[in-house]
């Protein structure tokens, strides 16, 4: 399974900075790409980062690109996404997801999440406001 590391409510104010990580148990993340993906108020749920398993790969949506960061450490089974520049529309749940390598790309996985993940965190809520 796939749990965010972040406990609490995340608040943080326009313009300001936030990093999300997810750690897997029972699975290894070597064999998966990931990604990270969003619902935000009254928006269709969307992938805005995603990253193959050896690193070399990534996605990023225009909304994000230049803003957000993902990255993923295979030793520790964990990966994160380190966002700035963050707007009020984008108050929203975030989910991390691992999908197989052989059943998908990073940018199928991000451009069409609608088939599903092997795994999916529950969600962390993300809160930009003043």
């Known amino acids: 399974q796939l749990k965010h590391v972040e406990s609490g409510e995340n608040l943080v104010q326009p313009g300001g900075s936030l990093r999300l990580s997810c750690a897997a148990s029972?699975?290894?993340?070597?064999?998966?790409?990931v990604g990270w993906f969003r619902q935000a108020r009254g928006k269709e749920f969307e992938g805005i980062a995603c990253?193959?398993?050896?690193?070399?790969?990534?996605y990023y949506a225009d909304s994000v690109k230049g803003r957000f960061t993902t990255t993923r450490d295979n030793d520790k089974n964990t990966m994160s996404l380190q966002m700035s520049g963050l707007m009020p529309n984008e108050t929203g749940v975030y989910y991390c997801?691992?999908?197989?390598?052989?059943?998908?790309?990073?940018?199928?996985?991000?451009?069409?999440?609608?088939?599903?993940?092997?795994?999916r965190s529950q969600g962390t809520q993300v809160t930009v406001s003043s």
């Open positions: 997801a691992a999908t197989h390598t052989h059943l998908t790309t990073v940018q199928k996985m991000c451009l069409d999440p609608s088939p599903g993940f092997n795994y």
């Open positions: 029972v699975f290894t993340l070597d064999y998966y790409t």
């Open positions: 990253i193959n398993s050896g690193k070399d790969t990534v």
